[in-house]
């Protein structure tokens, strides 16, 4: 089981046994239906697109470089116009209490057709704009902020590296982790990041400073996930050691420990309010539980039960996307149980895989690949509506940037970039 997860992390694992505490830091990282019920309340749109890049150069201290990519398409300075309205009160709507434990059910075959509009049929154009490089490792992760001005990513090399969203640009190297980095995540004021580590800890750190300003410590094995709610006044990790901890900011201590899974925890995140976190393991569930008193309020299991590399959230709150291990990525109803859409084409079946929803341009499903592509999906139809080739090894990490039709993609060992790109398509 760790063997598959650790195929991108760093070899040595050394750590501290937990106090629960932080310390001052050293001045020196199912089975689906197959039908289609009604998933339109969704928002997620994003793009790739086909272009390999050149180079790499020396890693380390700040010496990260950008490659220009043949610019398809000038990149918008501006934010693009708010969605449509039909997606304002869904964004708005809030998400009610989920009712207790019930198991996942597939949909069935007389599920409601989806009205196709014209958001649904458009197809995306997305074009390599940079090639970033400078990382010495894999890249584990890639985050952009909430203000989309930066984009960070994590890597086994052990550091975060802090880039320029628009121009690519290398701006900060953050150093400190003993042992490789397997995720990273902004604070909402995005001058804040968390990291999770090998090392047994999270680590919270000043974006101005590129200093680590907390040292969390408390699991007892590999922190493999991390996010932080959105008043970024908690955060969530989960470990190898098959818990989820949650975490006070500001007193830098764990507030509440959930024996949360019987495999490591491959991803955390938290719902649009910070109300509910939601957790997957290789044991093939995905629970979801009451931030404020820790109780599990829902046990998600299909009857095959492959292992759930990463899930979260949909933007409104309301459904969970969820990968497995089975080329599989999968859109739930967790109220009802419901397996609404589902998406392949794509190869996973080794790796933790990020995907992602994209808001900005269409209603999309993003997600890496085993193949060393990206693969979009059209989130109504299941589309694949674009297939983006650039990178010459496993697409770990892909994010949508907030407001622009830009995405970020990171990928492992004979690669080891990060790259941009931008819908050409895009007025």
Sequence with gaps: MAELKRDFRSEDHDGHNPTGEYEAPSKKPRKEGPGDEEAKVLHNTIGHSINPTN?????????????PVSAPAALPQTPYPPQPTSLQPILQQQTPPPSQFQPMQGVSVNAPAIVADAASTRKPNYQLKYSLVGHRKAVSSVK???DGKW??????????????AYDGKHESTMEGHTQGLSDIAWASDSLSLCSASDDKTVRIWNLETARTTKVLRGHTNYVFCVNYNPQSNLIVSGSFDETVRIWDVQRGKCIRTLPAHSDPVNAVHFNRDGTMIVSCSHDGVVRIWDTATGQCLKTLIDDNSPPVSFVKFSPNGKYILASTLDDTMRLWNYH???CLKTYTGHKNDSYCIFGSFSVTGGKWIVGGSEDGSIYIWNLQTREVVQKLEGHTDVVLCVACHPTQNIIASGAIDKDKT???WVDASSP
């Design 336 to 338: 009802t149980g419901r």
């Design 151 to 164: 984009l960070a990513s994590s890597s086994s090399d052990k550091t975060i590296k802090i880039w320029n």
């Design 55 to 67: 180079a790499h150069s020396p890693a380390g201290h700040g010496n990260g470089i950008a490659t």
């Design 144 to 146: 952009f902020s909430p």
């Design 418 to 420: 990060v790259k941009l």
